[in-house]
């Protein structure tokens, strides 16, 4: 047999083994192989199969944020009435080994926060024992700010007077939300909030949860003034801005 006979049987028999290898990956891929669940079919899955990370199903979130508010613990540091729960995300916690790591139960970081006490809870959730397995004090600094949190800093600013008069139209200001999907929710005149910390000891905002607001009419921003709300000590700061 000549070179080139011998090039095209060699040929030949590659195209038939790469052909063999993606007939295969295609087969393991349609019978779902060992991926993990992805956030759309999380709810559908057994929870066998559910690996320690993978997204939370609603039943899940719901029986982590019971457990954290049954734990005496819990209670006695944020109470009963009143508390808020800020997030119940999934918590990676070390494996003992590489053997033991697929048998991890899954746990839940339950954050809960009473706002009058303005004390906060971080809560390590054990689903598959049912049980609380850590609890640690967070101060009020320490607790995300939420949807919740946006809504409570806007209806202060909406009664403070100065504001008012600056901004006429007040009333019909809405604040940003988010769907199910967590997609933004537009709206004409819409209210949106950021997070601030002061820098020096005699700024309030230093000590305390502070937010400040935006104020947005159609394509434009309310910039006449910068309005801080304090929600620890439910105070709104209104600010005007110097002309240049």
């Known amino acids: 047999m000549n070179v080139g006979a011998r090039c095209l049987v060699l040929a030949v028999i590659l ?4 052909t063999s290898v993606l007939k295969g990956q295609a087969q393991t891929q349609t019978s779902g192989g ?18 320690p990370l993978d997204p939370f ?21 944020v109470g009963e009435a009143g508390v808020r729960v800020v997030s119940v995300e999934p918590l990676a916690l070390k494996p003992e080994s590489l053997a ?4 991890m139960p899954r746990y839940a970081e339950v954050i809960l926060f009473q706002p009058e006490r303005e004390v906060g809870a971080k809560i390590a959730v054990n689903l598959e024992r049912r ?14 700010m939420t949807e919740q949190d946006l809504t409570d800093a806007f209806q202060l600013a909406s009664r403070e007077p100065e504001l008012q ?3 006429p139209e007040l009333p019909s200001f809405r604040v940003q939300t988010a769907n199910d999907s967590r997609t933004l929710v537009a709206a004409e005149n819409m ?33 006449e003034a910068s309005v801080i709300v304090d ?3 439910k105070h709104v700061y209104v600010e005007r801005k110097r002309s240049r």
Do not use: W
């Not at 609380?132 to 995300?144: A, T």
């Not at 820098?199 to 947005?216: G, M, N, S, V, W």
């Open 57 to 77: 199903m609603p039943e899940e979130k719901g029986s982590a944020e019971r457990i954290a508010r049954t734990d005496k613990r819990v209670t006695d540091l």
């Open 15 to 18: 195209n038939i083994a790469a």
């Open 231 to 233: 929600l620890s000590a």
């Open 165 to 167: 008069k600056m901004l």
């Open 131 to 144: 049980t609380v397995e850590q609890v640690e004090r967070l101060s009020s600094r320490e607790v995300p």
């Open 34 to 51: 060992m991926k993990s669940p992805t956030p759309a079919n999380a709810a559908s899955a057994p929870a066998s199969q559910l690996l």
């Open 191 to 223: 209210v949106t909030g950021l997070p601030i910390r002061g820098a020096e000891a005699k700024d309030p905002c230093t000590k305390h949860r502070c937010i400040q607001l935006f104020f947005k009419r159609g394509r434009d921003y309310f910039s």
């Open 100 to 103: 033991t790591a697929q048998q």
